[in-house]
Nanobody, 118 residues
């Protein structure tokens, strides 16, 4: 079993910053990619960024320029700056894990709520 967990969400004032963290644990051979998606109320999940062990970092269009992803083996973080009310959403971390004898599979965390409000 592979377990992905996020932390760091909460209530932030507009203009503030936040750092989300994610960690992967469990029984796996390797993690190829870790990254983040965001889901605003009433919308589908949208890709934010990921770090792949081979190809490196990729960013999506959401919040472009206001965040930085980093990764160290089985942990990843998302630094978000200059937060706006429209950034209020649930932020989901994912990890693409390889388990012995199985194809790579994507595992999701439960999500962490970020609320931007004064």
């Amino acid at each position: 079993q592979v377990h992905v967990s996020e932390s760091g969400g909460g209530l932030v004032q507009p203009g503030g910053s936040l750092k989300l963290s994610c960690s992967v644990s469990g029984n796996f051979f390797s993690i190829s990619t870790m990254g983040w998606y965001v889901q605003t109320p009433g919308n589908q999940r949208v890709f934010v960024a990921h770090v792949h062990t081979g190809t490196g970092t990729k960013y999506g269009d959401f919040m472009q320029g206001r965040f930085t992803i980093s990764r160290d083996k089985t942990t990843a973080s998302l630094q978000i700056n200059t937060l706006k009310p429209e950034d209020t959403a649930v932020y989901y971390c994912f990890a693409d894990a390889v388990r012995v004898g199985r194809p790579v599979n994507r595992y999701w965390g439960q999500g962490t709520q970020v609320t931007v409000s004064s």
